[in-house]
């Protein structure tokens, strides 16, 4: 049988709108109170790691945390993708089109990031005078000398690895209801935990993180309103 997906939800447009526009902008006042605090906090670190950053090349961090959850990520992405493409056409099969957008939004995340960082040229606190490195802070709007040389640490792309997966809170929105708000805590666990890292590597400020985050919910929404609006298919079918 074939339902409209807007029936099917517990939430309307209007609903989402008003999540999207609310958490946005809650994200980009979060942002904005980071960047206050970005220099403190790193040299907080900086200091408490006995003024070098001294979990740079640690195990636990640049193994574990920073190469080990990269490919996890990767390796969670790839393994829904095998899953989906195999029961797509199943005809007892719910879960694979909202899986589609899933792997669709954390695909998209992260090239967002990526392309981001390429155009902001912001440094990563390692690189800066007096944590470590010999560049002179430049903020994000601010003009960067050609002298310095490019920069691509803002926004995190390592933490964007996990925080992309805050759209879990929309597949599960569409398949288990009761279980959104678990997806989305998976997505925050793992960025949180991925950026903090980071951080104590000396490898991003805190506002790179949240930045990472507002991204990441920004495509998740999109994706989920594009959805709603009919831009994909308009009807799903259930068993």
Partial sequence: MSVSPSLALPSSRSELS?????STASLLLAWWAARQIDLHWAARLFQWEGSVWALKRSVWMETV????????????????????????????????????RLLLAVFASIACVAALKSLT??????????????RPYVGLFEARPASMGPAACFPAAHAAGGYAWV???FFFLHVAPRWRRAGLGVGLLAGI???????????HFLS????????CW??????????????????????
Avoid: K, N
């Fill in 18 to 22: 008003r999540l999207f526009l609310v």
């Fill in 65 to 100: 945390l920073h190469l080990g959850g990269r490919r996890l990520s990767q390796a969670a992405w790839a393994g829904l993708l095998v899953a989906t493409l195999w029961r797509w056409r199943s005809p007892d099969t719910t879960w694979t089109r909202p899986a589609a």
């Fill in 121 to 134: 040229h912001m440094d990563c606190p390692w690189d800066l005078a007096g944590l470590g490195g010999q």
């Fill in 167 to 169: 759209a879990l809170y």
């Fill in 193 to 203: 935990v991925f950026g903090l890292a980071q951080q104590l590597r000396g490898a």
């Fill in 208 to 215: 790179h993180d949240v930045a990472s985050l507002a991204v």
């Fill in 218 to 239: 920004t495509v998740a929404c999109t994706i989920e309103w594009l959805h709603q609006r009919g831009a994909w298919t308009t009807t799903e079918t259930q068993a």
